[in-house]
Structures are given as C-alpha cells and as structure tokens.
C-alpha cells in the first residue's frame, strides 16, 4: 500500500525550464491537492482537484499549472521556471468526506532553480 | 476555515506527557479539528481529529473545551522521535476547498 507516490523526489532546474511534478495516489480517494513549503514556513495550497475532471486555484497558483489525468493523478506544472519556485513540493490526497481520514500526503519533491 | 493560534516552540522531558494548546476561538460548528506533525523536512502526518468529544487513539488523545475554542494534543510518553512540528488546523471537509489550511505550528523538541 503505497498511498502518494511523488517523483522525482529531488530537482534541480535553471531558470527558464519547464518541468512536471508527478502525483499518484492508490486510495481511490476523490481530492488531491499541491502545496508548496518554504523553509521556516506552513505549507501553502498551490490548486487542488476535488473531483476527477477538476480543478482549482489555491493561495499561490501563479506559475503554475495542473492536471488532473485521472482519479489516481495529479501532476503540477512549472512552465518557466524562476527561482521563487525553490520550494519543497507536497501532494495529498482526501475522500472529501466531513470527518473522514484527513489528507494523507506524499514525501515530497525538492525542487532548486537555479 | 478557522484561524488557529499555537506557541511557536515548546521543550519536553522524554518519557513524560506533551501537551500541545491550541487555540481556534473563532470555530464553526461543524469545523472539526485536526491535528497533524512534520517530521524533518518529510511529509505532515496525521495524528488525530475530532468535532466535539475528545478522541485517543494510538498516537495521542486530543482533548476539545466544552465551548470548542480551544483544544490541546496529549503525546502521553514523549520519546525523541516525537520531535517535530506539531499543526492544529480547524477545518471543515464539506466545504468548496475542502483543503487543510497550515499555519506555522509549534516546534516541539523532546529532550533527553
């Protein structure tokens, strides 16, 4: 039982490049989620899936980009990438249920614009 | 969601109880309180959660005011690997986002 899977789990890009975060899920849950964590910070809500199909804004949605390809995936997008990017990237997932199990989260990618 | 409200650090013997407060004064009534930890730079974790009633299980008990403005994490007998930044976040999953609103928590250190 894997729960949320996350690659790569390091990065290291130039400013500039494009790159994908890549986030699957083995739980049948309905809702994922893309949060960012800057060092000494709480994690900060990118765009969330709450539905197969779709998607939505966050806190800090800007510069990126989402995809919800299946129940299972949710990849995050950098088009351009910029050095305000270095962050530590989290996935998580939720059935959407009130007062079910909370969001189970992946390890993280740790992602370095240079 | 409800704003929430920790001490920014606590220190802790090991072997004895942690007790984390938490206040979140401004919870509606059917925001649950949840409460998770990050270990390192890894992943939040879950600990426990809970509406009204307070809740045990095998991490720790979370106790809830009667007027639910405030709640504290019990870790009965912490150890080293207890360790971690601790979050209460107050939050209701039948809402458009549906997602956990973290602050920035308490760094909980357990000291030998």
């Known amino acids: 039982n894997a729960g949320v899977t996350q690659t790569p789990k390091f990065q290291v890009l130039k400013t500039g490049q494009s790159m994908t975060l890549q986030c699957a899920q083995d739980?049948?849950?309905?809702?994922m989620y893309w949060y960012r964590q800057d060092p000494g910070m709480g994690l900060r809500l990118i765009y969330y899936?709450?539905?197969?199909?779709?998607?939505d804004k966050g806190e800090v949605p800007n510069g990126y980009n989402v995809s919800r390809l299946n129940k299972r995936e949710f990849s995050l997008r950098l088009e351009s990438a910029a050095p305000s990017q270095t962050s530590v990237y989290f996935c998580?997932?939720?059935?959407?249920?009130?007062?079910?199990?909370?969001?189970?989260f992946g390890d993280g990618t740790r992602l370095s614009i240079l | 969601d409800a704003k929430t409200t920790q001490p920014t650090s606590m220190d802790c013997a090991e072997g004895r109880a942690a007790n984390l407060p938490c206040n979140h004064s401004?919870?509606?009534?059917?925001?649950?309180v949840y409460w998770y930890r990050q270990i390192h730079s890894q992943g939040p974790q879950y600990i426990i959660h809970?509406?009204?009633n307070n809740e045990t299980n095998e991490m720790a008990s979370l106790i809830i005011t009667e007027d639910r403005k405030s709640s504290t994490l019990i870790l009965p007998h912490a150890t080293l690997r207890d360790t971690a930044v601790y979050y209460c976040?107050?939050?209701?999953?039948?809402?458009?986002?549906?997602?956990?609103?973290f602050g920035k928590g308490t760094k909980l250190s357990v000291k030998p």
């Open positions: 998580a997932s939720i059935q959407s249920t009130p007062g079910e199990l909370p969001q189970h």
């Open positions: 739980m049948n849950h309905n809702s």
């Open positions: 899936s709450a539905s197969e199909g779709t998607t």
């Open positions: 401004t919870i509606s009534g059917n925001e649950y």
């Open positions: 809970g509406l009204k």
């Open positions: 976040i107050a939050s209701n999953y039948g809402g458009s986002q549906g997602n956990l609103i």
